[in-house]
């Protein structure tokens, strides 16, 4: 289907609200001012930003600030989920869109999780001939950063 990549943004970040608040969280939700056609699933598309966000929140600590953004790119829409939290080791990066793989930490706090989130945000992404990147430093936070093809309007 044709669907618009900021519509389905701007239901999961609202619907996503209460549970920020209550969590302690802020959040800037920043859409481009241009639709941002692509050819795909809107349930799945949406799993993908409600996985990110799931990490954003179990893995920040002390800083709870959260930042959705959507930006036209080169024939590109672009989704990005930045977080403030405790960041991937650059020798981990690589490995976490594997299937159960999790960064090793001693804390409680972030010991719940199957390692599956980011193999089905990366299977969800090249079923839609999308692309993912991350940056991330430790003690500082991450970005997620997924590309989809634009269409023509
Ligand atoms: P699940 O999503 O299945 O509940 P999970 O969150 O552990 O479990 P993934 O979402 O696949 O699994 O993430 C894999 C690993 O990557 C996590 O265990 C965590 O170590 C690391 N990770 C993912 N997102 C972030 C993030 N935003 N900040 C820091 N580390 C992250
Ligand atoms: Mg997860």
Do not use: C, W
Request: glycine share 8%.
């Amino acid at each position: 289907d044709k669907i618009d990549l900021n519509e389905i943004v701007a239901e999961v970040v609202s619907n996503y609200e209460f549970h920020l608040r209550t969590k302690g969280f802020s959040h800037v939700l920043s859409l481009s001012e241009e639709p941002l056609p692509i050819e795909g699933d809107k349930e799945a598309i949406a799993e993908v930003l409600i996985n990110l966000l799931d990490n954003a929140i179990k893995y920040s600590t002390d800083t709870k600030e959260i930042t959705v953004r959507t930006v036209k790119g080169n024939e590109k829409a672009v989704m990005t989920v930045q977080d403030k939290g405790i960041g991937i080791p650059k020798g981990d990066q690589a490995q976490v869109f594997e299937k159960f793989f999790r960064v090793s930490v001693g804390d409680l706090a972030q010991s719940k999780g199957t390692g599956l989130g980011l193999s089905l945000v990366k299977q969800i992404i090249d079923e839609h001939k999308g692309d993912v990147r991350l940056e991330s430093e430790p003690g500082k936070g991450s970005i997620f950063m997924i590309l989809f093809p634009l269409l023509k309007q």
